[in-house]
């Protein structure tokens, strides 16, 4: 009996270090480089100035397109006063690998523009490139010189180990032929041409519509670079600014291939937080006399979650609908998901503190708690608005991942190691309704450190360790996931602490809960036959009655189980003065 209660109690420790470890785990995985959130707009406003230092200017833009997607370019405005001739010529290439896109910038897409040749190992893809005739820069622009009539047609990038020579054409396009079999791309037959692109002969039939030069042939990641330079510059025409359009139009307005699966995971999850806010709403109107304080923080969280939700998908709209990013918007819900996981995440803490369950208040644990929230809301703001304004992150983002990866280890650590304090409180109390329900919720972050371990090694192999990023339609994913893990523990915590007629249950409650119904029906009998003298009861020699074997056990755990790890470790984090002086208060109720 003893080597069992001994085991029982000993338990959770056992398991709360298994669970520790998990997260050393998840801390080692969470420094890797994350991938780039900054959603991409379906339309961009360029300005093209003259430069004494920089005679030939490179204009970048990246976007993973549908297959049909219209490439446009427009002329918006310009001061040319006097005229001057302007080159301007663009370069349209896909690949395969994400990865080679969207690392891209500015300096290096110079490599970039016009060649036909793979850069990347395990590349593969095809370009279109045109060179417009000399365009004289007047005022005003009354025709649109930038707009084709015909659509050229795209060519397939040659690896650099093929020969460039006259003679071996035929095995170049036999192995072009083959490489389009094995990417199962589905081109125009015209792109097995060897000629130039800018060969007026080599165009499609495609009907072009206003403004368009160029148009997708697969659903890829694309690349688009403008080169505009001066002809024969002068110290006379050495001022002159031009303003250009570019726009990305597909089958789904301006919204990108890898963003519109999250649309639609936003919008669906935005329903599912309204379904759950109304029902806790309902739930907790009709039992608004016995709710619980800790159900008006699952409330809280439930509802910027929705707030959340609808700020997000509301951006994917504008930028579907009118191809502008609102940067306010994106700043905006950012910093609500921010409030929202640091609430969930305090919510966990004191879920697993016991607060209003095992204690009527946190005491001097509060500080504590308000303390790591507040750092974890700090660091998660600043890491979220430069995950969003800025493509590539720097050093800065790097340091934010890092500290919110510890923090969210030690907060783990912390709500196991409390968790295994709530319940041993528990065993010795004997509440067996309460106990089960921390046994659920105990299990459910179980199942969530070993599916965010799994994932985070899924992740990692997939995406931030492969040379050439293929599976760039799973990206929505990453994002996806911890958001959708997130919303499934809710989902339980609010089953498991739902608003019902028998709150109080698993309201705080000193001392009533190991009072069983023996116990209740003795101290009746008592009060009944009060001054009545008992002969059945037989007195020890020294007058005292003989203790029942429940109190023998209980005594024995008291005297021979040694504190946990974490109360000699850490007794200002896990005790407080007032839970230290309510634990003793109850064992000499006990005894």
Known sequence: M????????????????????????????????SLSAVSEPGKWIQ???????????????????????????????????????????????SSRCYDEVFVIDTQKAKAYFNTDTVHQKGGSGFYVSHQY?????????????????????????????????????????????????????????AKESGKDVDNKDKTSALSPTHHAVAQTWEDSPYMFIIHVFQINPTQETENWEIELEVSMEGPYQYISA???????????????????????????????????????????????????????????????????????????????SAVKRTLARVLVIIASLGYGIVKPRLGALLHRVVGVGLLYLSFSIVEGVLRVTSEHGGSSRLLCDIILAVTDSCIAWWIFISLAQTMKLLRLRRNVVKLSLYRHFTNTLIFAVIASVIFIIWTTKTFKLSKCQSDWRELWIDDAFWRFLFSTILLVIMFLWRPSANNQRYAFSPLVDEVSDEEEAEKLMNEAFEGVKMRGIKSEANGSVKPNKVDEDLKWVEENIPSSIADVALPPLLDSDEETMTTKFEMSKME
């Open 47 to 93: 300005a093209v100035k003259s430069s004494k230092s920089v005679k030939e200017q490179y204009f970048y833009f990246s976007k993973t397109m549908f297959n049909n997607t219209l490439i446009k370019l427009k002329w918006l405005k310009e001061q040319c006063d006097p005229p001057v001739n302007l080159s301007i010529s663009w370069y349209l290439r």
């Open 133 to 189: 005739s000399p365009i004289e820069c007047h005022q005003p622009m009354t025709n649109n010189d930038l707009e084709l009539s015909r659509l050229d047609n795209p060519v397939v990038l040659r690896s650099e180990e093929q020969p460039t020579t006259s003679g071996t054409s035929g095995k170049r396009r036999r192995a072009t032929e083959g490489d389009e079999s094995n990417n199962k791309v589905s081109v125009p037959a």
């Open 2 to 33: 003893r080597g069992e209660m001994a085991t029982a109690a000993t338990e959770p420790l056992s398991r709360a270090h298994r669970k520790t470890v998990l997260f050393r785990v998840v801390l080692c995985l969470a420094v890797l480089p």
């Open 258 to 336: 890898s963003e519109w699966p999250l649309m639609i995971f936003y919008m669906v999850m935005c329903v599912i937080y309204v379904v759950l806010g109304v029902l806790w709403l309902a739930l907790s109107a009709c039992y608004w006399r016995d709710l619980l304080r800790i159900q008006f923080w699952i409330g809280g969280v439930i509802f910027l979650g929705m707030l959340e939700k609808a700020v997000y998908y509301a951006e994917f709209q504008s930028i579907r609908y009118d191809g502008l990013s609102v940067q306010g918007a994106v700043v905006f819900a950012e910093v609500l």
